[in-house]
């Protein structure tokens, strides 16, 4: 998952998880490696056009570039339903993005909205702080931390699954293709699919449909949503077995599992009131949003998304890269970007000539 070109991870605990600060050192040492001349703490102030080419203004200087790459991220900033801003004021708000620990709620159950990777985990976390939780569940992918004896991810990169091409061009903004995935990186392996969250008295609810005061409204459609990532996840397994009988492992790994059983929606209920039910804070884990108040170059649609296909915009050197589906299923991921690196390289220097390729600037928004 962490590959680059010409770099790889060479610790001691490669089925391992990094944390953040490793992950830093990592992207580091790999600019270091070859002397990419990166310049650390530029806050981005503007990118206009400026002639042929733009004008990059940052607090480290100013740049005249004949190409821009915009590299500043899918995950930008916390995207927050507008039903948050009519909710008790007494009420604590965190997102996914801001929280750091369960003790920094207060003492009551906590609302956790979002069901996806982050979602499931802070459900997780904070349940093991004792705290009640109940969770809004959203559209989703159910997957085991492990299959097999091997590593869930093992098997999405080995069959091709992450490296696979977006069929169709997906509108930046837009919904991904397949709803991201309910994993946890930690060292035990735990599993935070819904079935395990409710076998540890977690609150299982549909999805989030409005509000205001203290009381929030659900779609009646947690067993709907539950039911197609249960049958996502069977036809997953059955391609893995498939797999694993084309190449030989057969013999090698464990044995299939029997399938863990869905879950059996305990209740139906559509309407919370959260004092009543003593929740005293609410966790949104609804996903990201990007910004570009710097960027004054027409390239915007009406929702503030770049206009880009696979990764190229409608102005002449203005790339972008790592946006979610670019053209791949890992287009975000570290391991995913080099595919969409490479093409808009290869078009910078078919644009400019391969002896004008120092003549651009990356715009990158640190991990």
């Not at 893995?240 to 030989?248: E, L, M, N, S, T």
């Amino acid at each position: 998952m962490s590959r680059l070109p010409g770099w790889h991870y060479t610790g001691s605990d490669p089925a391992g998880y990094m944390p953040a600060r490793s992950v830093g050192d990592y992207l580091t040492s790999y600019a270091q490696a070859f002397s990419a001349p990166v310049v650390h703490g530029a806050d981005v102030e503007s990118v206009r056009s400026a002639g042929a080419g733009y004008q990059v203004s940052t607090t480290a200087g100013r740049w005249i570039a004949g190409s821009v790459v915009v590299a500043t991220g899918w995950c930008d900033q916390a995207s927050v339903p507008p039903t948050a801003s009519g909710l008790d004021p007494r009420l604590v708000q965190q997102t996914a993005a801001t929280f750091r620990s369960a003790a920094d709620l207060p003492d009551g159950g906590v609302l956790v909205v979002g069901a996806s990777s982050s979602g499931v985990q802070l459900a997780d976390e904070i349940a093991g702080s004792g705290r009640p939780v109940t969770l809004a569940v959203g559209s989703h992918s159910r997957l085991p931390r492990t299959y097999r004896g091997m590593d869930i991810l093992w098997w999405l990169d080995g069959m091709g699954v992450l490296d696979r091409r977006t069929p169709v061009h997906i509108a930046p903004g837009g919904p991904a293709a397949e709803p991201s995935v309910q994993l946890v990186g930690r060292s035990d392996g735990r599993d935070v699919d819904l079935r395990s969250l409710q076998d540890r008295g977690i609150a299982l609810l549909g999805r989030l449909q409005g509000g205001e005061g203290t009381r929030i409204r659900f779609a009646p459609d947690l067993a709907g949503t539950s039911a197609r990532a249960d049958e996502r996840l069977t036809n997953l397994l059955r391609r893995i077995d498939a797999y694993a009988r084309a190449v030989g492992l057969e013999d090698e790994i464990l044995a299939a599992p029997p399938t863990v059983p869905a879950i059996h929606p305990s209740e139906t209920r559509t309407e919370l009131d959260l004092t009543a039910a003593g929740i005293r804070s609410i966790v949104w884990a609804t996903g990201y949003r990007r910004s570009y108040p710097w960027l004054h170059v027409p390239v915007l649609d009406e929702a503030g998304e770049i206009r880009h296909v696979a990764g190229s915009t409608a102005a002449p050197g203005l790339h972008v890269v790592g946006m979610r589906m670019q053209t791949r299923r890992n287009s975000t991921f570290i391991d995913g970007v080099r595919h969409d690196a490479a093409a808009v390289v290869g078009r910078i220097l078919d644009d400019l000539g391969a002896g004008a390729s120092s003549a651009s600037v990356a715009l990158g928004r640190a991990a």
